[in-house]
């Protein structure tokens, strides 16, 4: 890496990238890796998390599509809430006895 000169941020990701793919690839512990290539070992440490976190970290939030439930009671009355059942008392929040 260029010493004191101004990098830029994609030359700086390059580099640890570089960094962190010949790492993985020797097979060495990150403290030998760092001494024989002259660099820190707490700044590959650093770079090794910083990039695993920007590989795995999801592009957007996991959305998930939910029916309303009077649809749920539509189509599949037996997994509709309790709350939508003939049988329930929304003034107590419970299930009535069955009627004979």
Not at 30 to 45: F, H, K, V
Request: aromatic share 8%.
């Amino acid at each position: 890496m260029k010493s004191r000169q101004k990098v830029s941020h994609e030359e700086r990701l390059a580099y640890w990238r570089a960094h962190v793919a010949a790492w993985q690839e020797s097979g060495l512990s990150q403290s030998r890796y760092s001494r024989e290539n002259g660099i820190r070992q707490s700044a590959l440490s650093y770079w090794i998390r910083r990039l695993s976190m920007t590989l795995t970290a999801p592009a957007l939030p996991n959305i998930v599509e939910v029916a309303p439930a009077f649809v749920v009671q539509a189509l599949r009355p037996e997994l509709a809430p309790a709350s939508l059942t003939p049988d329930f008392d929304s003034c107590r929040n419970k299930i009535l006895p069955q009627s004979c």
